[in-house]
């Protein structure tokens, strides 16, 4: 059973900076692409970055692009989400999500197959 971990969310102060840690276990993700997406309420989840296995593809949503950076580290089957400059419309629980198909570059949530349960960041004005 492939499960998912979240953690690194918090309180942080507008300008400020977080890093986010996801980490897999039941499978190996070294084949495949991991995102983050983010949900605040009342809106729906939205696709946050994406990063494939060799780690040399990233993609990101424009709202992020330029402040937020994803990683990823395969021997320790684990993804991150660094985050700077943080803006209170940041606020959001952050969910880190698995892509066994890892030619593409998945924007859709439909298109993750694992989840994990979310972490919450809240970004204070």
């Known amino acids: 059973q492939v499960q998912l971990v979240e953690s690194g969310g918090g309180l942080v102060q507008a300008g400020g900076s977080l890093k986010l840690s996801c980490v897999v276990s039941?499978?190996?993700?070294?084949?495949?692409?991991m995102g983050w997406f983010r949900q605040s309420p009342g809106k729906e989840r939205e696709f946050v970055a994406t990063?494939?296995?060799?780690?040399?593809?990233?993609y990101y949503a424009d709202s992020v692009k330029g402040r937020f950076a994803i990683s990823r580290d395969n021997a320790k089957n684990m993804a991150y989400l660094q985050m700077y400059s943080l803006k209170p419309e940041d606020t959001a629980v952050y969910y880190c999500?698995?892509?066994?198909?890892?030619?593409?570059?998945?924007?859709?949530?439909?298109?993750?197959?694992?989840w994990g349960q979310g972490t919450q960041v809240t970004v204070s004005s």
């Open positions: 999500a698995l892509d066994p198909q890892y030619s593409r570059v998945a924007v859709h949530s439909a298109e993750y197959a694992d």
């Open positions: 039941g499978r190996s993700i070294s084949n495949d692409a």
């Open positions: 990063i494939n296995p060799s780690s040399d593809k990233t």
